[in-house]
T-cell receptor, first 114, second 111 residues
Framework: DTGVSQNPRHKITKRGQNVTFRCDPISEHNRLYWYRQTLGQGPEFLTYFQNEAQLEKSRLLSDRFSAERPKGSFSTLEIQRTEQGDSAMYLC????????????FGQGTRLTVV | SQQGEEDPQALSIQEGENATMNCSYKTSINNLQWYRQNSGRGLVHLILIRSNEREKHSGRLRVTLDTSKKSSSLLITASRAADTASYFCATALVSSYKLIFGSGTRLLVRP
């Protein structure tokens, strides 16, 4: 299967710990997106990359969040000093560079901060 | 803040009936997309309509777009129990390549 892959699928961490999630996009996709989704809400944009360049970052994203895509392939999202409010589903998506193309989503990483 | 807002927030219908969901947005768009999400799962792309298109069909799905009113609708005809899911509209902005999602419509199709 060559879809978007996210690891881990679930993560439980204690408040104050750091966590890192990984996303492997579809191989020929240059764009990669991170979203956060809480129960009953739509996905909220966090950041996106074109190849290895991080082109946009949500103003809602605190300094505790950082994302990288070092070689323009897989991406990592790190949350430092986690807080209970960080508990959510973190979704990764990828798409081709052309406009008017759809995004393909992974199954997400569900983070629970206790 | 969310760009799109779906209406209704929740919809319950009988199998075989049609389901209509509406989406409104605020700024100029390149395209508008509809996604489906089953409980606790990732999002699946359903259909994309470009800003210069007014209507599009895909199987049992019909999407309309009215850029003058900044609104779109998704019609699912002859609904099935398997259509039970949350449906989100997402707008691709002119100024950015990111997708902005609405808050979704939760559809329940009763057998």
């Amino acid at each position: 299967d060559t879809g978007v892959s996210q690891n881990p699928r679930h993560k439980i961490t204690k408040r104050g710990q750091n966590v890192t999630f990984r996303c492997d996009p579809i191989s020929e996709h240059n764009r990669l997106y991170w979203y956060r989704q809480t129960l009953g809400q739509g996905p909220e944009f966090l950041t996106y990359f074109q190849n290895e360049a991080q082109l946009e970052k949500s103003r809602l994203l605190s300094d505790r969040f950082s994302a990288e895509r070092p070689k323009g392939s897989f991406s990592t999202l790190e949350i430092q000093r986690t807080e209970q409010g960080d508990s959510a589903m973190y979704l990764c998506a990828s798409s081709r560079t052309e406009s008017n193309t759809e995004a393909f989503f992974g199954q997400g990483t569900r983070l629970t901060v206790v | 803040s969310q760009q799109g807002e779906e209406d209704p927030q929740a919809l319950s219908i009988q199998e075989g009936e049609n389901a209509t969901m509406n989406c409104s947005y605020k700024t100029s768009i390149n395209n508008l997309q509809w996604y489906r999400q089953n409980s606790g799962r990732g999002l699946v792309h359903l259909i994309l309509i470009r800003s210069n298109e007014r209507e599009k069909h895909s199987g049992r799905l019909r999407v309309t777009l009215d850029t003058s009113k900044k609104s779109s609708s998704l019609l699912i005809t002859a609904s099935r129990a398997a259509d039970t899911a949350s449906y989100f509209c997402a707008t691709a902005l002119v100024s950015s390549y990111k997708l902005i999602f609405g808050s979704g419509t939760r559809l329940l199709v009763r057998p």
